[in-house]
């Protein structure tokens, strides 16, 4: 068992020279530890300050891109072919900070070398906004994951909730692979919600066009700007609405503001935010005025807080949120 720099001496060692399988064996065990990874972290702040790169999502990008590597490398079967690979990939990996976001630049030294897979994760209750190297920007949900190869960056697979605002490109399409479908585009901006733990998956587009190839049907279902399609796994129904989507991105702002809403916009807005269904029960006759500022709030606290102004009872199941006026 090695102490904590020793495993730190390793993770250093891994940035400059190939681990044996042995080795990328007990360094990948030992980030599996709550103290490896709290370890990890610490070391990544030091990288961060060393290297002038402003901390904060960056710094998740750089450890579950090592955890990646590592993981990709215990997948060969023998040490000699594990060697080969890493030395013939001999790629530079360089990380650029652009409007809050994070750009991949790949400097290959070797034409045929097998690509990295990069996966961006966002743990429960935070929220992310990274900007891939074409220029296309990603905000993630809570509980998201966003997957893409290094060699192509509008080919990527999605996890969860994310909104995109993909950069124009005529001769390369952004496709979205979802558990359900994916997600064809050419510059444009939308929602999708592809949580295969929910069974229920939606796009919806605020600007441009995309075609969307349901695993289902044979036949390619395109929306126009303000439409929204929702596709139900459990009964397996397929509904398109339109109206304003200003809403289906609202998440990804830093807080949301209400002055003087009604009862229904309230829980509407909310809705957006929250990222789940509210169902209210016994309105008031009596119109109510709401005004809320949500920044970091979990749900229940802001139930809470709302329940103080306005008597209320709630039952929360899964993704639905029943309010009822008392």
Same mark, same amino acid.
């Given at each position: 068992?090695?102490?904590?720099?020793?495993?730190?001496?390793?993770?250093?060692?891994?940035?400059?020279?190939?681990?044996?399988?042995?080795?990328? @064996?007990?360094?990948?065990?030992?980030?599996?530890?709550?103290?490896?990874?709290?370890?990890?972290?610490?070391?990544?702040?030091?990288?961060?300050?060393?290297?002038?790169?402003?901390? *904060?999502?960056? @710094?998740? &990008?750089?450890?579950?891109?090592?955890?990646?590597?590592?993981?990709?490398?215990?997948?060969?079967?023998?040490?000699?072919?594990?060697?080969?690979?890493?030395?013939?990939?001999?790629?530079?990996?360089?990380?650029?900070?652009?409007?809050?976001?994070?750009?991949?630049?790949?400097?290959?030294?070797?034409?045929?070398?097998?690509?990295?897979?990069?996966?961006?994760?966002?743990?429960?209750?935070?929220?992310?906004?990274?900007?891939?190297?074409?220029?296309?920007?990603?905000?993630?949900?809570?509980?998201?994951?966003?997957?893409?190869?290094?060699?192509?960056?509008?080919?990527?697979?999605?996890?969860?909730?994310?909104?995109?605002?993909?950069?124009?490109?005529?001769?390369?399409?952004?496709?979205?692979?979802?558990?359900?479908?994916?997600?064809?585009?050419? *510059?444009?901006?939308?929602?999708?919600?592809?949580?295969?733990?929910?069974?229920?998956?939606?796009?919806?587009?605020?600007?441009?066009?995309?075609?969307? @190839?349901?695993?289902?049907?044979?036949?390619?279902?395109?929306?126009?700007?303000?439409?929204?399609?929702?596709?139900? @796994?459990?009964?397996?129904?397929?509904?398109?609405?339109?109206?304003?989507?200003?809403?289906?991105?609202?998440?990804?702002?830093?807080?949301?503001?209400?002055?003087?809403?009604?009862?229904?916009?309230?829980?509407?807005?909310?809705?957006?935010?929250?990222?789940?269904?509210? &169902?209210?029960?016994?309105?008031?006759?009596?119109?109510?005025?709401?005004?809320?500022?949500?920044?970091?709030?979990?749900?229940?606290?802001?139930?809470?807080?709302?329940?103080?102004?306005?008597?209320?009872?709630?039952?929360?199941?899964?993704?639905?949120?029943?309010?009822?006026?008392?």
């Amino acid at each position: 068992m090695k102490t904590e720099e020793e495993y730190i001496e390793l993770l250093r060692q891994y940035r400059e020279r190939p681990l044996s399988k042995g080795e990328l @064996q007990e360094l990948l065990e030992w980030l599996d530890t709550t103290e490896g990874e709290e370890a990890c972290v610490h070391y990544m702040d030091t990288l961060m300050f060393e290297t002038s790169i402003q901390r *904060g999502v960056e @710094q998740d &990008v750089i450890y579950h891109r090592i955890m990646n590597r590592i993981k990709r490398k215990l997948v060969f079967h023998s040490l000699a072919r594990y060697r080969k690979t890493w030395l013939g990939a001999a790629a530079t990996v360089l990380l650029l900070i652009v409007g809050g976001g994070i750009t991949y630049f790949t400097q290959t030294k070797h034409p045929s070398r097998v690509p990295d897979e990069v996966t961006f994760r966002v743990d429960r209750g935070n929220k992310a906004m990274l900007t891939l190297a074409d220029g296309s920007k990603v905000w993630l949900n809570s509980e998201s994951v966003l997957r893409w190869s290094e060699d192509n960056v509008r080919d990527v697979a999605l996890e969860g909730e994310a909104y995109f605002e993909v950069a124009k490109d005529k001769k390369h399409s952004f496709e979205v692979h979802t558990s359900y479908g994916t997600i064809r585009v050419y *510059g444009t901006s939308f929602n999708v919600k592809a949580h295969s733990r929910d069974s229920l998956f939606a796009v919806a587009l605020v600007e441009g066009s995309v075609g969307l @190839q349901m695993n289902h049907l044979k036949k390619e279902v395109k929306l126009r700007p303000d439409e929204k399609i929702c596709y139900n @796994q459990k009964d397996h129904t397929l509904r398109l609405t339109d109206g304003s989507m200003a809403d289906a991105g609202i998440w990804r702002e830093q807080e949301l503001k209400l002055t003087d809403v009604t009862i229904p916009v309230l829980w509407d807005k909310m809705g957006h935010w929250y990222g789940r269904k509210f &169902v209210v029960k016994n309105m008031p006759k009596k119109n109510h005025l709401y005004n809320v500022t949500i920044q970091t709030e979990p749900v229940e606290k802001m139930l809470e807080l709302i329940g103080a102004i306005t008597p209320i009872e709630y039952v929360i199941k899964e993704k639905e949120v029943t309010i009822v006026y008392k």
